[in-house]
């Protein structure tokens, strides 16, 4: 079954009178455990969709389906709490709470999740210790490098083990062996079974994933696997 | 509890947002300082005044009553001969009225030898005494007999007998009012001058007997003073006072009382009048400045919130819902403003004893304006807290995460 489904997914933004069309009739169905890609130039409505996809806005038509519940139905409590357990975010400017310590931002979705487990500090230390941050739990985004920076935002993404991951863009502000190291990461968390939808503007990162949906003006232009025997089911 | 850790990001926001968290709290502290410095000095006022007016020789149970409209210390009327001594005794009749002091009054030279002073010259009951509670100094005050006998005695205030007699020995001397001579047999403790300037000491008494037959060579009073059983029952006294009054004196149904009454409530009115005005005017200023508070907070929580829309669209992302962010920036405002208002409430204690240390402006401090600085802090932080709160809280988390 389908864990995404966008059907004639529309976005549209009202500015001053004008009206921008980003998405046009986006129809996308991605199946739990499946790594995509989805790349394109900017301002092609990556970061749009992937808004929509995590809930963050709502669609101006169409209907979102995640994980059996129709998203456009649901009111700010509920959406809250699907962003909370479903989805982790993974951002290119990492976006850590300022000022505030590794482990207490990985701590972050444990504040405003519905069941938090008595032990979230020991959770948020383990996962802290998995991507090799264990002597920096106290340090505050400041003191941390991009590439440490962006391996909390990991951690953070996964406190809460979400079925979904969104990154966007997450290398585009690391140099390359960072870049390669979150690459690794994210090539694990696939064996762990979890669904990756991966934003980015570069083809060599993309190919990482199972499966390249290209954006073009608001519409998806292209979508084929990259293991070769499957390529045919391309739209 | 969700809440709680509502409020545990709040105090966290306020930590890392010290320099907008410093100004708030300043806003809300100078505005509570100042609430609380007026109460104080108001207080210390009222209390002032009341201790005044004791000063005066009013206990609570008693009142007087003057011969002549008008109101309080001002006379419509000049010479009014209707008070006499059968109104004196038809009040001691009542049966609230425990004393009943008749007074003349004449303002005149008392001279010893060559030093001379002009003084107050009362007339009255050896129960002036008891009625005003004032202690002798010195000798002994009138009695019934020098009444009896029209004898011609007279107690010194402090005053008077500090101009006449310097540092001698005034018991037993003779002085002279206009072509008697009186022998001094009292002298009465000093009370000392009171805040408006007037001089409880500069008085002199003499039998009333005295006053009528070589002073004044008039029958009728001056005033009288009523001491009731009880403080309360000082209004009905007076009410039965002055129909008696009004009966003795022939006063038809539609004429005006041709007396008046000095109560202590009286006095206090009078003089608290001003006082209040001020303190309305004060209590204005510091509404205003409470208000200016929570401006000051309200506008640097709005700028605050800009500054931290990406902090805010973070929170949205990992599950915070709308209304988590609008109980944090609310408990923001909160926070601040009882810190604020405990740092204010500090400020003005210390304002307070100042003022009263240095003898400034008479303080006293009391618990009220305390309990009501805080329900006003915590009001304040809930009304200017509330629309940043929600501002905050209906950001569009897609375009709060994308802002930089």
């Known amino acids: 079954m389908n864990l995404i489904e966008m059907n004639s997914i529309c976005k549209s933004y009202r500015n001053i009178g004008f009206e921008t069309k980003v998405l046009k009739d986006v129809t996308l169905h991605i199946k739990e455990g499946d790594y995509v890609s989805i790349i394109g130039p900017s301002g092609a409505g990556k970061s749009t969709l992937m808004a929509?996809?995590?809930?963050?806005?709502?669609?101006t038509s169409g209907e979102y389906i995640?994980?059996?519940?129709?998203?456009?139905?649901?009111?700010?409590?509920?959406?809250?709490?699907?962003?909370?357990?479903?989805?982790?975010?993974?951002?290119?400017?990492?976006?850590?709470?300022?000022?505030?310590?590794?482990?207490?931002?990985?701590?972050?979705?444990?504040?405003?999740?519905?069941?938090?487990?008595s032990n979230i500090k020991e959770r948020a230390r383990e996962l802290l210790a998995k991507v090799g941050l264990e002597h920096r739990l106290h340090h505050t985004p400041g003191q941390l490098s991009g590439g440490e920076q962006q391996r909390v935002t990991i951690a953070r993404s996964l406190v809460n083990d979400p079925r979904i991951i969104l990154a966007d863009e997450p290398t585009g502000n690391l140099d390359s062996k960072n870049g390669v190291e979150t690459m690794k990461?994210?090539?694990?968390?696939?064996?762990?079974?979890?669904?990756?939808?991966?934003?980015?503007?570069?083809?060599?990162?993309?190919?990482?994933?199972?499966?390249?949906?290209?954006?073009?003006?608001?519409?998806?232009?292209?979508?084929?696997?990259?293991?070769?025997?499957?390529?045919?089911?391309?739209? | 509890m969700r809440i709680y850790k509502n409020l545990g990001q709040a105090l966290r926001g306020l930590r890392l947002n010290r320099g907008n968290t410093i100004?708030?709290?300043?806003?809300?502290?100078?505005?509570?300082?100042?609430?609380?410095?007026?109460?104080?000095?108001?207080?210390?006022?009222?209390?002032?005044?009341?201790?005044?007016?004791?000063?005066?020789?009013?206990?609570?149970?008693?009142?007087?009553?003057?011969?002549?409209?008008?109101?309080?210390?001002?006379?419509?009327?000049?010479?009014?001969?209707?008070?006499?001594?059968?109104?004196?005794?038809?009040l001691l009749a009542l049966p609230t009225v425990r004393l009943v002091v008749p007074r003349q009054r004449k303002r005149m030279q008392v001279i010893n030898k060559k030093e001379f002073t002009n003084t107050r010259i009362y007339g009255v009951t050896p129960d002036w005494q008891l009625a005003r509670g004032w202690k002798m100094e010195d000798g002994e005050f009138l009695s019934d007999s020098d009444l009896d006998r029209r004898k011609r005695v007279i107690v010194l205030g402090a005053t008077p007998a500090r101009k006449l007699f310097k540092s001698n020995e005034p018991i037993g001397k003779m002085v002279r009012l206009q072509n008697n001579y009186y022998r001094v047999i009292g002298?009465?403790?000093?009370?000392?001058?009171?805040?408006?300037?007037?001089?409880?000491?500069?008085r002199a008494l003499i039998p009333l007997t005295t006053s009528m037959s070589r002073l004044t060579h008039q029958t009728y009073l001056h005033s009288i003073k009523v001491v009731a059983l009880d403080s309360s029952?000082?209004?009905?006294?007076?009410?039965?006072?002055?129909?008696?009054?009004?009966?003795?004196?022939?006063?038809?149904?539609?004429?005006?009382?041709?007396?008046?009454?000095?109560?202590?409530?009286?006095?206090?009115?009078?003089?608290?009048?001003?006082?209040?005005?001020?303190?309305?005017?004060?209590?204005?200023?510091?509404?205003v400045s409470l208000l200016v508070g929570g401006i000051v907070i309200m506008n640097i929580l709005l700028v605050s919130i800009r500054e931290r829309v990406r902090e805010i669209g973070i929170r949205r992302c990992f599950g915070a819902r709308r209304s988590d962010i609008t109980?944090?920036?609310?408990?923001?405002?909160?926070?601040?403003?009882?810190?604020?208002?405990?740092?204010?409430?500090?400020?003005?204690?210390?304002?307070s004893f100042a003022l009263k240390r240095f003898d400034i402006l008479p303080t006293h401090i009391t618990v009220e304006p305390f309990i009501l600085a805080f329900m006003f802090c915590s009001l304040i932080g809930l009304i200017f807290g509330i629309h940043p709160a929600r501002k905050a809280a209906f950001l569009s988390p897609e375009e709060s995460i994308r802002s930089q």
């Open chain 1, 52 to 59: 929509i996809m995590g809930c963050l806005a709502q669609p």
């Open chain 1, 66 to 117: 995640l994980d059996y519940e129709e998203v456009g139905k649901l009111n700010d409590r509920k959406l809250s709490r699907v962003r909370n357990e479903k989805i982790g975010f993974v951002f290119q400017a990492f976006h850590l709470l300022p000022g505030v310590t590794a482990l207490e931002n990985v701590i972050l979705p444990f504040v405003y999740a519905k069941n938090p487990p």
């Open chain 1, 185 to 235: 990461t994210f090539d694990n968390l696939i064996k762990e079974g979890k669904t990756i939808v991966l934003i980015t503007h570069d083809s060599e990162v993309a190919k990482h994933a199972g499966r390249i949906i290209s954006i073009l003006d608001g519409q998806i232009a292209a979508d084929s696997n990259v293991n070769y025997e499957e390529q045919a089911r391309s739209l």
């Open chain 2, 23 to 90: 100004l708030m709290t300043l806003g809300v502290m100078i505005g509570i300082a100042s609430l609380t410095v007026i109460v104080a000095i108001g207080d210390g006022i009222k209390i002032k005044v009341l201790s005044r007016i004791a000063n005066m020789g009013f206990g609570p149970e008693s009142f007087s009553v003057i011969a002549g409209a008008g109101k309080m210390f001002f006379s419509r009327s000049k010479n009014t001969t209707s008070m006499s001594l059968e109104d004196t005794e038809d």
């Open chain 2, 187 to 202: 002298l009465l403790e000093e009370k000392g001058m009171t805040e408006s300037g007037y001089d409880p000491d500069d």
């Open chain 2, 233 to 287: 029952q000082v209004p009905e006294t007076m009410e039965a006072v002055r129909q008696i009054l009004r009966r003795n004196h022939n006063l038809s149904a539609l004429a005006d009382d041709d007396f008046r009454f000095i109560t202590p409530e009286g006095i206090m009115l009078w003089v608290t009048e001003s006082e209040q005005a001020l303190n309305r005017m004060l209590i204005l200023i510091s509404t």
């Open chain 2, 327 to 351: 109980f944090q920036f609310l408990f923001e405002s909160v926070l601040v403003s009882l810190l604020g208002g405990l740092m204010g409430v500090g400020l003005g204690l210390a304002m």
